[in-house]
């Protein structure tokens, strides 16, 4: 493939060496995504036509069709999926194979030091890579936290958030008094799904708002052990106490759409895909980010140790990142793009789902997972199984 220009190469280096990341810039610059001219169609490299496969262990819900059937018949190669609903999941299965069997995975943002201690990741060859495509913010979510010994492990995928979804035909809320807290409202009760984990955390961005747990928005709990048990042991106490309130519990993005369709939940923290998703279809559900923010979080790819498709694996990343796929990829997720002019191939319900998702001055509000060390992630999984078996 055609290597970088200097001028190219060196806008990468320098995002390479950012050590920080500005979630309002990253949205600003998603935001404004619509203002930047689309880069051109992608072109198929004749070297990779009609030759080759390649092993993907991604997402469940981000890559939906027509992303994989476009690739396959642009350049010939056939592509074998692996899904996974949580991120545990795709680092048992890197864990148990130590990446072979897999040419790129699909790690979320904030678990890069669980990563880089996993060692099953091999670095990007950025020449080999359309990385000024992307939204600068959004390569910057990269290569703050998943750049090591001058390497980059990651290139965004897609970004969303996790919030508050409801069925709009039994349920009539507003931004202006929407919050984390309204999970817990004795209307709701017997009638709220959430993962365990991200309920913990909701309650702990909503005692910290209220002034009943003051953790500086959860970034505290992020310090040391010690420091997060005084915080998680009142929010578990808490959510134990009140675990009346829950239908179910969600660990994928089908039953969070079988919660508001099938299962009787009228309200849910929930990603923002499923219920957008939902939305798009005409169904009585939506999203929208509560007054604490919307947790925002950034997926993307990894290459493992263990690829051997090496060449169809730049060839996916550099489709991938075309405006083109980028959309495709929101438009039929319900998540948003991270490449430059990708706006200009959403549908206007798209665009209308989003505005309405983030009304007023929510976006100023975002909370980003912050990069997550191996001590807090085993942490937090405890205090979430307690809650779950209680």
Not at 125 to 152: C, F, Y
Not at 200 to 216: R, V, Y
Not at 337 to 353: C, D, I, Q, R, T
Request: hydrophobic share 35%; aromatic share 10%.
């Amino acid at each position: 493939m055609t290597k970088k220009t200097h001028s190219s190469n060196s806008s990468v280096e320098t995002l390479l060496a950012a050590r920080s990341f500005s979630r309002r810039v990253l949205l600003k610059g998603a935001v404004a995504a619509g203002t930047i001219a689309a880069t051109g169609p992608w072109i198929v490299k004749d070297a990779f036509s009609s030759s080759g496969e390649l092993s993907l262990l991604n997402w469940d819900d981000e890559l939906p069709n027509p992303v994989i059937p476009n690739f396959e018949k642009k350049t010939g190669i056939k592509v074998k999926t692996t899904p996974f609903s949580q991120n545990e999941e795709q680092i048992n299965k890197l864990q148990a194979t130590g990446g072979e069997g897999f040419d790129l995975c699909e790690p979320t943002r904030d678990r890069a030091p669980q990563f880089k201690e996993l060692d099953v990741l091999a670095p990007f060859d950025t020449n080999k890579m359309k990385l000024d495509n992307l939204l600068p913010s959004m390569l910057e979510a990269s290569t703050s936290v998943w750049t090591w010994d001058g390497k980059l492990y990651h290139v965004p995928h897609c970004w969303g958030s996790e919030a508050i979804s409801w069925r709009t035909d039994l349920a009539t809320l507003t931004y202006d008094k929407l919050s984390y807290g309204t999970l817990w409202a004795p209307e709701f009760k017997g009638k709220m799904q959430g993962r365990p984990h991200s309920l913990l955390l909701g309650i702990g961005l909503w005692m910290d708002a209220t002034g009943k747990l003051p953790s500086n928005r959860m970034l505290d709990a992020f310090k040391d052990e010690e420091t997060m048990k005084k915080i998680y042991d009142p929010i578990l106490a808490f959510a134990i106490a009140n675990k009346a309130q829950v239908k179910q519990f969600w660990d994928s993005a089908d039953n969070t759409k079988s919660g508001f369709m099938e299962n009787g939940c009228v309200i849910g923290q929930t990603w923002d895909g499923p219920p957008l998703s939902l939305k798009k279809q005409g169904k009585p559900v939506t999203y929208m980010a509560p007054q604490e923010g919307a947790i925002t979080w950034v997926d993307g790819w990894a290459m493992t140790k263990g690829a051997k498709n090496i060449d169809q694996a730049y060839e996916w990343l550099n489709y991938i990142h075309t405006p083109e796929a980028s959309a495709a990829v929101a438009e039929g997720s319900g998540y948003n793009p991270v490449v430059k002019g990708a706006e200009a191939f959403l549908s206007e319900v798209a665009k209308k789902n989003f505005s309405e998702a983030y009304p007023g001055d929510a976006l100023s509000k975002l909370w980003s997972r912050p990069p997550e060390p191996s001590w807090y992630a085993e942490l937090r999984t405890q205090y979430a199984e307690k809650f779950k078996a209680a």
